[in-house]
Nanobody, 125 residues
């Protein structure tokens, strides 16, 4: 399974970005998907997650109401819409896949078997 994250860039505070994650390789079987981020000098932490069916979502408290995770399974894509970005949103954002057969969400890094390479988001004026 390969994950390719894209869509990062430089954005002003209050701006928006949409991150994309393309899943390829093994037959895409509606994996549990997550987005994580790692800011400079900090540990990687979960931002959002979506269950296999898309019916269950999770957001970190720091991004609730501003970020939206979604999936488009026919295209093997997962997205993270980032709105009202703040300077603390500056980080490398990673998408990850958990191949559990259950329709759940996962918030722990250790639950995810496959990771993308990360895409840099910089929020600065």
């Amino acid at each position: 399974v390969q994950l390719q994250a894209s869509g990062g860039g430089l954005v002003q505070p209050g701006g928006s970005l949409r991150l994309s994650c393309e899943v390829s390789g093994r037959t895409y079987n509606y994996y549990v998907m997550g987005w994580f981020r790692q800011a400079p000098g900090k540990e990687r932490s979960i931002v959002a997650a979506i269950s296999r069916s898309g019916g269950t979502l999770y957001y970190a408290d720091s991004v609730k109401g501003r970020f939206t995770i979604s999936r488009e399974d026919v295209k093997n894509m997962v997205y993270l819409q980032l709105n009202s970005l703040k300077s603390e949103g500056t980080a490398v954002y990673y998408c990850a896949a958990d191949t559990t057969p259950y329709d759940v969400i996962a918030v722990l890094e250790t639950s995810y078997e496959f990771w993308g390479q990360g895409t840099q988001v910089t929020v600065s004026s």
